[in-house]
C-alpha cells in the first residue's frame, strides 16, 4: 500500500479461546489523522481485535498473526470512562504518574513544575481548562462528559500515536453522543490514528474515513466509509445497514375475548405521598400484544412492576382473568406467579453468574410447575433451542453468552412458566441493531404460534412499539393515549404522542443533523428515544 | 468539599449521643444490680455495719436521677469517684494503668499495619501460587489459635526453655520501656491473630482492586508495577481495613485482659480484673466508660478514613 505510513497495523491476527477462533485472519491499517471503524454486533470479534493494539487478549487465548504500533504506548477509552477512574485517588493522580515517567531526564529540583506543566497542557488540549480544579477531585465528583475527556487526556499526556475508543457512544442520549463525537474528531485532527470499535452506527458514519465490517471475527467488508455505507457489497454489511423496522401488526377483528389483564383506577406511590404513576383504566386481551411507550421517568417501569407483584404501593386495583391479583409477589400462589412472567432489561444481571444458563432456565418450570427436575431441562433445552440458542452454549455459565443470547435466554426463562402474559421491560435497549431486530422477529414469532399468550411491550424505542397490537402512551406518569398501534403510530390524537412519533424516525439515521436542528429542550426528548438515561441525570457537574 | 464538612460534623454529633448513651448505660447497669450496688459490693458474707457504710459512700439514699447527674458532672472534669476499696481516686487507677496498655498496644499497631498490609499485598499479587498458599495456610492456621494458648506456648518454649525473655513483667511496675525484653513476647501475642485477619481482608480487597479496569489502564500506560500496586490498587483497599484497625486497637487499649493477666502487666485489663474479683463498683464503671468512649473515638476514626478512600460509599451516619 502507498499513503502515508501507518501508526499501527495488523496484519492475518488470529485469536483463538478454548477452541474458539473469536478473530480469525483480520488485517488492518491504522493511519494517523485517520479515524478506522470496526463495525459489528456484539461477539463479532471487534473488541479482542481493539485490545490487541494494546497488547492485551483474553486469558489463555492463543495469538497468531502480528500486531506493529509505533513507538509511542495506545491509548484507551473504554465505554464507560468511570471504569478506569481510580474510585479511591483524585482525578489527578494517574495522570502526575505518566507525566512523572516523562520528566525523569530533568533536574530533580525542576521535575515536579514540568511534570504539573504537562498535565495541565493535556487537559487544556482536551477541552478541560478548569484544570487545576478538577485534578483534586474524585472521579465521582466529574460529570460523565468530563470523565470522559480526563480518560481521553490521558491518551493525550502519554503522546499516544494510535487511541482505540471502545463502543464510546453506545446507550448515550443524542446529545452525549454528538459531544463525543466532536472530540474524537478533534483527536484526529492532532493526527492521532483513532480506532473506533461500535455498533452505533450514527458514530461511525459521523466520524469513520475507512471501515471494516465484522462478523463471527471475520472482516466481511471494508472500505473508505462513503464507499461502505453508499454501495455495501456484501450481504451482512447491507443487513446491518438497513433499518426496515418490524411490520405493524393489525388488531384482530370480530369480537373480543374477556380480557386476560386488567388494569383499574391504579395509583402508585414511591414514598409516602409521590404520586408517580396514575392508570385509570387498562386492558390486556389474550393473545394480543400492547406496548407501553414512554420517555426514561414517564413511569412505564413502574406500571410493569406493579402488574408483575414487584412494586406494592398502590391504590386500584390488577385483575387477573377478573380476579384481583394480590399486590405482593409473596401474596401470589405458584399459579400466579406462572400467570405473570417479568424480563429484565439488564438481562446479565438477572442471572447468577456461577451457574449454567440451562440449569437456571429450567429451575422455572421445577419451581412454578413442579416438573421433576430432568423434565424440566429437556423442555428448557427445546424452549432455548427454539429462540434459537444451541445446547453447547446454554449448558455454560452467562458471562460465556452474549447480551443478546442472554437475554433470549432470560425469555426462555420466563416463557417455561407457561406464562398468560409476558412482562417484557426495555428488553431490546442496549443491543445492537442487528440483535435488536433478531429480538423483535422472535417476539413477533412467540405471538403468532403461542396462540393465547400475552406480551406487555415497555419501551422508548418506537421500532419496538411498531410490534405491537395496542399501544399506551405514558407521559408523566399519565395514560396520554392508547388504541390500536396503527392509530397511534400514523395518526396520534394527543400532541405529546405526534411529538414522540415523529422525529424519531429520522434520529435513527442521523442524530447528528437533527440533535443539531433542534432546540435544547428538544433534545433531551430526542436523546431519551435514543435510548438513554436523561442527560440532566448524568452530567451532575453542571458543565453545559 | 461543603459535604465532607457537613458529613464529618454529623458523625462527630452522633459521636457525642453514642458517648451520652454509654454513660447512660452504664449507670442504668449498675442500678440494675439485684439488691443494690451496697448488697452486691457485701458479697457472700453480708454485713449489714459494711453494707451500711458503702451506703453512706456511694450516698445510695439519694433519687437516682441526683447521683447520675453528679456522676455525669464529675465525669465531665475527668471525675471518676472514689475506689471503694481503697478510697484512691478511680482517676489515679486508670491513668496509671492507661500507660502499659498504650504502650502495649501503640507497639502492636506500629508492627502490625506494615505487617498485615505487606503480608496481603504480597499474597495478593501472588494469588493462587505458592507464595500466595503459604501466606493464606499460614495465617489461618495462626489466626485459630487463642491467645492464651499461643500466651503459654510462647512463654514455655522462649522463657522457661530457652532462657531468652523473661516469662512475665512482675517486677518492673509500669515502667516497661525501661525494659524492653519483658515486651516481646506480649507483643508477638498480641499481633498473632490481628496480623491475620488483617492480612487476609487485605488480600481479598486487592485481589478485587488488581484486577479492576483503572489498575489495567495505570499498567496500560506504564505505571511501575509496586507503584500501581501500592498507589493505584492499595487505596482500594484501606476502606475496609482501616474498619478492621479500629476494631483491633479498640480490643488493644481495651485492656487485653487475657494477656495482661498471663504476662502479669498492670494495664487496664489488670486493673478491671481486680476491681471485679473486689467488686469495687466505682472503678468498674469509670472503666466502661473510658472503654466506650475509646470505642466511639476510633470508630469516628475510621469511618472519616474509610470515607476518603470509599468517597462514593454511603457510609452510616
Known amino acids: 500500500m502507498s499513503g502515508p505510513t501507518a501508526v499501527a497495523e495488523i496484519d492475518g491476527l488470529t485469536v483463538e479461546v478454548g477452541g474458539r477462533r473469536i478473530v480469525d485472519g483480520v488485517s488492518l491499517r491504522v493511519l494517523p489523522g485517520r479515524v478506522t471503524a470496526l463495525v459489528g454486533t456484539s461477539g463479532s470479534g471487534k473488541t479482542t481485535t481493539g485490545r490487541a493494539l494494546l497488547g492485551e487478549f483474553p486469558a489463555g487465548a492463543r495469538v497468531g498473526g502480528s500486531v506493529r504500533v509505533a513507538e509511542a504506548r495506545v491509548g484507551y477509552v473504554p465505554q464507560h470512562p468511570a471504569e478506569v477512574l481510580n474510585p479511591a485517588r483524585r482525578v489527578g493522580a494517574l495522570l502526575h504518574d505518566i507525566a512523572r515517567e516523562q520528566v525523569r531526564g530533568l533536574p530533580r529540583p525542576r521535575r515536579r513544575g514540568a511534570a504539573r506543566e504537562r498535565v495541565l497542557h493535556a487537559l487544556a488540549s482536551a477541552q478541560l481548562p478548569e484544570g487545576e480544579a478538577l485534578l483534586r477531585r474524585f472521579p465521582h465528583q466529574l460529570s460523565g462528559g468530563q470523565q470522559q475527556r480526563v480518560v481521553l487526556a490521558q491518551a493525550l499526556l502519554l503522546g499516544a500515536r494510535v487511541v482505540v475508543a471502545d463502543e464510546p457512544t453506545t446507550g448515550q442520549d443524542a446529545l452525549t453522543r454528538r459531544r463525543v463525537v466532536g472530540e474524537l474528531a478533534a483527536v484526529a485532527a492532532r493526527g492521532i490514528g483513532v480506532v473506533l470499535l461500535s455498533h452505533d452506527l450514527a458514530t461511525v458514519r459521523a466520524l469513520a474515513d475507512e471501515v471494516l465490517v465484522m462478523r463471527d471475527g471475520r472482516v466481511v467488508e471494508s472500505g473508505p466509509a462513503e464507499r461502505v455505507w453508499s454501495a455495501p457489497s456484501h450481504a451482512w454489511t447491507r443487513r446491518l445497514l438497513s433499518g426496515t423496522p418490524a411490520p405493524v401488526r393489525r388488531a384482530p377483528e370480530g369480537p373480543r375475548p374477556d380480557a386476560v389483564l386488567q388494569v383499574r383506577g391504579l395509583r402508585a406511590r414511591h414514598r409516602p405521598g409521590t404520586e408517580v404513576l396514575r392508570v385509570p383504566d387498562l386492558t390486556v386481551h389474550p393473545g394480543e400484544c400492547l406496548a407501553v411507550l414512554g420517555r426514561s421517568g414517564s413511569g412505564k417501569t413502574t406500571l410493569a412492576r406493579c402488574l408483575a407483584g414487584l412494586h406494592r404501593t398502590y391504590g386500584g386495583e390488577v385483575l387477573l382473568d377478573g380476579a384481583v391479583l394480590p399486590r405482593s409477589l409473596r401474596d401470589r400462589d405458584r399459579g400466579l406467579l406462572a400467570a405473570v412472567q417479568y424480563v429484565f432489561q439488564d438481562a446479565r444481571a438477572s442471572f447468577d453468574e456461577h451457574r449454567p444458563v440451562l440449569d437456571q432456565v429450567a429451575r422455572t418450570a421445577v419451581r412454578l410447575r413442579g416438573l421433576p427436575a430432568a423434565r424440566a431441562r429437556a423442555e428448557a433445552a427445546d424452549v432455548l433451542g427454539s429462540l434459537g440458542l444451541a445446547a453447547g452454549s446454554t449448558a455454560r455459565a452467562p458471562a460465556l453468552l452474549s447480551g443478546g443470547e442472554l437475554q433470549r435466554a432470560a425469555l426462555a426463562r420466563a416463557l417455561l412458566a407457561r406464562p398468560r402474559v409476558l412482562v417484557c421491560d426495555e428488553i431490546t435497549s442496549g443491543l445492537d441493531t442487528v440483535t435488536r431486530r433478531d429480538l423483535l422477529d422472535l417476539l413477533a414469532g412467540l405471538l403468532r404460534d403461542r396462540g393465547d399468550l400475552s406480551l406487555v411491550l415497555v419501551t422508548h424505542d418506537l421500532d419496538t412499539a411498531r410490534l405491537a397490537d395496542r399501544i399506551a402512551v405514558l407521559d408523566a406518569g399519565e395514560v396520554v393515549e392508547q388504541g390500536p398501534a396503527r392509530d397511534v403510530l400514523t395518526a396520534p390524537a394527543h400532541p405529546f404522542t405526534s411529538e414522540l412519533v415523529l422525529p424519531a424516525v429520522d434520529v435513527q439515521v442521523g442524530a447528528e443533523d437533527e440533535a443539531a436542528a433542534v432546540g435544547g429542550e428538544e433534545r433531551h426528548r430526542l436523546g431519551d428515544l435514543l435510548g438513554a438515561p436523561d442527560p440532566a441525570e448524568r452530567d451532575t457537574g453542571g458543565e453545559l | ?317
Open chain 2, 1 to 317: 468539599m461543603s459535604g465532607l464538612g457537613s458529613w464529618a460534623a454529623r458523625r462527630l454529633l452522633l459521636g457525642g449521643a453514642q458517648t451520652a448513651a454509654v454513660v447512660l448505660l452504664v449507670f442504668a447497669l449498675t442500678e440494675a444490680l439485684p439488691g443494690d450496688a451496697a448488697v452486691a459490693l457485701a458479697g457472700d458474707q453480708p454485713d449489714p455495719a459494711r453494707i451500711a457504710a458503702v451506703r453512706e459512700a456511694m450516698e445510695l439514699d439519694r433519687p437516682a436521677h441526683e447521683r447520675l447527674a453528679d456522676w455525669a458532672g464529675g465525669l465531665l472534669h475527668a471525675d471518676f469517684g472514689t475506689s471503694l476499696v481503697s478510697g484512691r481516686p478511680v482517676g489515679a487507677y486508670l491513668s496509671d494503668a492507661f500507660g502499659p496498655t498504650l504502650l502495649l498496644a501503640s507497639l502492636t499497631v506500629v508492627l502490625l499495619v506494615p505487617a498485615g498490609v505487606g503480608l496481603g499485598v504480597l499474597a495478593a499479587r501472588f494469588e493462587g501460587r505458592p507464595v500466595d498458599r503459604l501466606v493464606s495456610a499460614v495465617t489461618l492456621g495462626v489466626y485459630a489459635v487463642p491467645e492464651f494458648a499461643l500466651g503459654v506456648l510462647l512463654v514455655t518454649v522462649f522463657a522457661l526453655r530457652l532462657g531468652w525473655l523473661p516469662p512475665t513483667a512482675v517486677g518492673y511496675g509500669t515502667d516497661l520501656l525501661g525494659h524492653p525484653a519483658a515486651l516481646v513476647l506480649p507483643v508477638l501475642v498480641l499481633l498473632s491473630r490481628p496480623v491475620c485477619s488483617l492480612c487476609r481482608l487485605v488480600r481479598a480487597s486487592m485481589i478485587d482492586a488488581l484486577a479492576s479496569p483503572y489498575v489495567a489502564q495505570a499498567r496500560r500506560y506504564g505505571v511501575a508495577g509496586a507503584r500501581v500496586r501500592y498507589a493505584h490498587a492499595l487505596p482500594n483497599a484501606v476502606a475496609p481495613a482501616a474498619q478492621q484497625l479500629a476494631r483491633t486497637v479498640d480490643w488493644l487499649l481495651c485492656g487485653v485482659i487475657v494477656v495482661e493477666a498471663l504476662f502479669v502487666i498492670p494495664g487496664l485489663g489488670t486493673v478491671l480484673m481486680n476491681a471485679v474479683a473486689e467488686r469495687d463498683v466505682p472503678v468498674v464503671q469509670g472503666l466502661a466508660v473510658v472503654f466506650g468512649v475509646v470505642t466511639v473515638v476510633l470508630n469516628l476514626g475510621a469511618d472519616l478514613v474509610a470515607h476518603r478512600f470509599a468517597p462514593r460509599a454511603e457510609v452510616a451516619a
